[in-house]
């Protein structure tokens, strides 16, 4: 904090030093680099994405090959997360991925905006009619390797956005 009040302070004297024709304020020769202030005015020592979770909003913390660990629990196979809420899901590989098993979406309320879908550990292509039916239920899709899935379903949900996440074991290959 000291050293963004001594940046902000300091701000105006830079400003007016870096003027043509301004006498420097400070004495120091005109050929001297200006002191950084991009630590100053820097956010991300502000930020903390892990450590001020509310206890009711789900984290992954860690994949296997098998399954995930959310909230300090460990749990096997594929998951299918709404907002807050983690299910135990049954598709095993990409294949069995279907507008069946992805129905609860025609009813959840509010409609999440974004679907990720985590395919396992490659990124592989989604059949047209699953991308139809995710469209038809208002969501967007994205489908990527289930760790990067995980990852960017604790961003989106920590900024309070509206998602869901449909993650296969990060073992799954095809």
Not at 21 to 50: C, E, K, V, W
Not at 121 to 139: C, D, H, K
């Amino acid at each position: 904090m000291a050293v963004r009040q001594k940046a902000v302070a300091t701000l105006p004297a830079l400003m007016r030093a870096m003027r043509k024709g301004t006498p420097n304020p400070n004495h120091m020769p005109l050929n001297q680099p200006l002191p950084s202030l991009r630590r100053a005015f820097s956010l991300y020592d502000q930020i903390n994405l892990i450590d001020n979770v509310p206890e009711d909003q789900l984290r992954f913390q860690q994949f296997t090959d098998t399954g995930f660990k959310v909230n300090g629990v460990h749990y096997e196979g594929s998951l299918l997360c709404v907002g807050n809420l983690l299910m135990s899901w049954h598709p095993k590989k990409l294949s069995e991925v279907t507008s069946e098993s992805l129905s609860i979406f025609q009813t959840v309320r509010p409609v999440p905006e974004i679907l990720l879908l985590g395919c396992g550990r490659y990124i592989q292509p989604v059949n047209p009619e699953l991308r139809a039916f995710i469209r038809s239920t208002g969501m967007k899709l994205e489908a990527v390797d289930s760790r990067n899935a995980a990852s960017t379903y604790n961003i989106l949900n920590e900024e309070g956005r509206i998602v869901a996440a449909a993650l296969l074991p990060y073992g799954v290959e095809s």
